[in-house]
């Protein structure tokens, strides 16, 4: 015999599925929190469960693994970045001046949050394959659409300076890809503030770089870039 639903467990569905989600970003949130004050290497599951004051069991109830846990994480920067992305593609008309903004607004972003730029490549480094069989599906999704987010503005001032001329980029979405990870990079680079370089065959010499000239260099590397330059 079947059993109608009824409006009073519809309701109970619903405030236990408000539960989880309110639980999940908690999680998140807490995850979060610990990435910006430690850093991705010093985080793990147990330390997220007491700050969020829940057994290990709880995280895993919710997330199928760190990895799950640490994508839908990324997430939360991510879409933190398109927004301010979005904003610095339109400070101005000029393509040249709304490429500087966003790769300008990228990296002030990532040397705020270096635990942005970690996670980002921990997940990079991963090839698709294991991704997939470590992170849900409703994780990958949401990672792609906080990616896309953010390459959405890039691609887009790409795209319009081809049509102006000012630009000449074959395939825009290939280097607004590009300019992501080669940035991320970058700002490694820009974090540890070190050049090595040789002063003679085989003596190497360490030098200093600051934040500022990693910037002005991936700007530079931008807009060469989308000139046909390189």
Do not use: W
């Not at 997330?63 to 101005?92: P, Q």
């Not at 942005?116 to 990672?143: I, T, Y």
């Not at 691609?155 to 300019?179: C, H, P, Q, R, Y």
């Amino acid at each position: 015999m079947s059993t109608v639903p009824t409006r009073e467990s519809d309701g109970r569905r619903t405030a236990a599925a408000a539960r989880r989600r309110a639980r999940e970003a908690e999680i998140v949130t807490a995850t979060r929190r610990l990435f910006d004050r430690s850093g991705v290497r010093e985080a793990n599951i147990d330390e997220i469960a007491r700050a969020v004051g829940v057994n290990r069991a709880i995280v895993y109830r919710h997330f199928t693994g760190k990895e799950d846990l640490f994508a839908l994480t990324m997430v939360s920067y991510l879409e933190e970045l398109a927004g301010l992305l979005d904003a610095a593609a339109k400070t101005s008309k000029s393509p040249d001046k709304r490429l500087t903004a966003i790769v300008t607004t990228f990296a002030d972003y990532a040397l705020e949050h270096p635990a942005f730029v970690d996670c980002a490549q921990a997940l990079m480094r991963r090839p698709g394959s294991e991704l997939l069989d470590e992170v849900s599906e409703r994780a990958l999704l949401k990672l792609g659409g906080g990616m896309a987010a953010c390459l959405r503005s890039l691609s887009s001032v790409i795209e319009a300076g081809n049509a102006t001329g000012e630009f000449k980029v074959k395939d825009a979405t290939l280097l607004a890809n590009t300019l992501y990870a080669s940035g991320l990079g970058a700002l490694m680079l820009a974090r540890s503030g070190l050049v090595i370089r040789e002063a003679a065959p085989g003596v190497p010499v360490v030098g200093e770089i600051s934040p500022e000239q990693v910037k002005a260099h991936m700007v530079a590397t931008a807009l060469a870039a989308a000139r046909g330059k390189i």
